[in-house]
């Protein structure tokens, strides 16, 4: 398997614009996890999803961002409109959780950097 | 709420000495205690997972202890080497699936 796909690596925006972060999970993992990464904050949860239904939204910052999983194989994190602060690195991870111990695989990440 | 505490500062280490990081939790004992490695400009990596029942875990030259009356959880990495190097994050996971991640520790192993 390839692991957990993140695009873009890399995104450079202006404040006001809409961002889309995608996700590839693990093929087979059942949960899907966003996180935001900051030297100030480390390394947060925004939200996760069981079998494409969020769980938990409560670290989501605020209505600006979203996230969907329409299937089992995608998921985006989307902000509009960015700001400045949410320049920071977006990790994506799955894990099998159901049944199993649940250790996350972690994806590249998504650097964002809004100006 | 559940709060995971690692050392902010760098912890600076010999080639060769054992390196130990130290995790604190502050309320409740998680079902497992997991480590992970991060590396510049990558995502987290599963290491290692103890469990609440286990004292000692061991994979190769990692080693982790689980102390539920100090509430506390170290991990160890026995003759360091420069690879090494990198930033250590425990997580406290419990029958959610969803972990809580302490703010890490970055290990610097020098020849």
């Known amino acids: 398997d390839a692991g957990v796909i993140q695009s873009p690596r890399h995104e450079v925006t202006e404040m006001g614009q809409e961002v889309t972060l995608r996700c590839k999970p693990i093929?087979?993992?059942?949960?899907l996890f966003w996180y935001r990464q900051t030297m100030m904050r480390g390394l947060e949860l925004l939200i996760y999803?069981?079998?494409?239904?969020?769980?938990?939204d409560s670290g989501m910052p605020e209505d600006r961002f979203s996230a969907k999983m329409p299937n089992a194989s995608f998921s985006t994190l989307k902000i509009q409109p960015s700001e400045p602060r949410d320049s920071a690195v977006y990790f994506c991870?799955?894990?099998?959780?159901?049944?199993?111990?649940?250790?996350?695989?972690f994806g590249p990440g998504t650097r964002l950097t809004v100006t | 709420s559940q709060k995971i505490e690692q050392n902010s500062e760098a912890l600076n280490i010999q080639e060769g000495k054992t390196a130990t990081l130290t995790c604190n939790y502050t309320n409740y004992s998680p079902a497992y205690l997991q480590w992970y490695r991060q590396d510049p400009g990558r995502g987290p990596v599963f290491l290692l997972l103890?469990?609440?029942?286990?004292k000692e875990k061991r994979k190769e030259r990692l080693k982790v202890t689980f102390d539920t009356t100090l509430k506390q959880s170290l991990f160890h990495i026995t003759a360091s080497q420069p690879a090494d190097s990198a930033t250590y994050l425990c997580a406290d996971s419990g029958n959610t699936g969803k972990l809580i991640f302490g703010q890490g520790t970055t290990l610097q192993v020098k020849p």
């Open positions: 103890i469990r609440e029942n286990e």
């Open positions: 991870a799955s894990s099998l959780g159901t049944g199993g111990i649940p250790v996350q695989y």
């Open positions: 093929s087979g993992h059942d949960y």
């Open positions: 999803f069981n079998n494409n239904v969020p769980i938990d």
